[in-house]
C-alpha cells in the first residue's frame, strides 16, 4: 500500500474500531465481559481469543508507535482527547451519559490508533521522505 485514499483510512480506522470493540465495549458483548466474571475459571478458546487480540494490539500499536513516535502517540491522544474535551465543555456531549462517553472514547481511541496507521504515508506525502523500511536493498 504505497497509496493514500478514504477507503484505506477507513479500513484502517474500522479495523482499529473492531479491535477496540472486541476487547470492551459498554453494550456487554466482549473478551472482557467473556473472560473476567468466570475468572479463575479459563479454557482454551479464551486463550486463543484472547491471543489473537493481543495480536491485533500489538500490531496496531507497534505500528503506531513507530510511526508516530511515543510523543506523536502522546499528542495524538491529546487531540482527541481534547476534542471529547471541547464537546462537553459546548454542551455536545454530556457528562451524565457514561455510555455515550465510552463509545465516544472508544471512536477517539480509534482515531488514534488509525493515525498511527497512516501517518508514514501522510509524512511521505507531504516530505518525500522514506521510512527505514519502505528502502528497499540494491
Same mark, same amino acid.
Request: glycine fraction near 10%; aromatic fraction near 12%; proline fraction near 4%.
Given at each position: 500500500?504505497?497509496?493514500?485514499?478514504?477507503?484505506? +483510512? #477507513?479500513? /484502517?480506522? #474500522? #479495523?482499529?474500531?473492531? @479491535?477496540? @470493540? !472486541? &476487547?470492551?465495549?459498554?453494550?456487554? /458483548?466482549?473478551?472482557?465481559?467473556?473472560?473476567?466474571?468466570? *475468572?479463575?475459571? $479459563?479454557?482454551?478458546?479464551?486463550? $486463543?481469543?484472547?491471543?489473537?487480540? *493481543?495480536?491485533?494490539?500489538?500490531? $496496531?500499536?507497534?505500528? !503506531?508507535? /513507530?510511526?508516530?513516535?511515543? =510523543?506523536?502517540?502522546?499528542?495524538? !491522544? !491529546? *487531540?482527541?482527547? &481534547? @476534542?471529547?474535551?471541547?464537546?462537553?465543555? =459546548?454542551?455536545?456531549?454530556?457528562?451524565?451519559?457514561?455510555?455515550?462517553?465510552?463509545?465516544?472514547? +472508544?471512536? %477517539?481511541? %480509534?482515531?488514534?490508533? &488509525? #493515525?498511527?496507521?497512516?501517518?508514514?504515508?501522510?509524512?511521505?506525502?507531504? &516530505?518525500?521522505?522514506?521510512?527505514?523500511?519502505?528502502?528497499?536493498?540494491?
Amino acid at each position: 500500500m504505497n497509496g493514500l485514499s478514504v477507503g484505506g +483510512i #477507513a479500513a /484502517r480506522f #474500522a #479495523a482499529a474500531l473492531v @479491535l477496540i @470493540l !472486541a &476487547t470492551f465495549n459498554p453494550e456487554g /458483548r466482549s473478551y472482557y465481559h467473556w473472560v473476567v466474571p468466570s *475468572l479463575p475459571e $479459563f479454557d482454551a478458546v479464551k486463550a $486463543f481469543v484472547g491471543i489473537v487480540l *493481543l495480536i491485533g494490539w500489538t500490531v $496496531f500499536l507497534r505500528a !503506531a508507535t /513507530r510511526s508516530l513516535g511515543v =510523543f506523536g502517540f502522546v499528542l495524538a !491522544a !491529546a *487531540l482527541f482527547g &481534547t @476534542l471529547i474535551w471541547m464537546g462537553i465543555d =459546548f454542551g455536545v456531549l454530556s457528562q451524565d451519559n457514561p455510555r455515550v462517553l465510552t463509545y465516544v472514547s +472508544i471512536v %477517539a481511541s %480509534a482515531g488514534v490508533l &488509525t #493515525a498511527g496507521m497512516v501517518w508514514s504515508i501522510v509524512r511521505r506525502g507531504l &516530505t518525500g521522505q522514506l521510512d527505514v523500511d519502505d528502502v528497499e536493498p540494491d
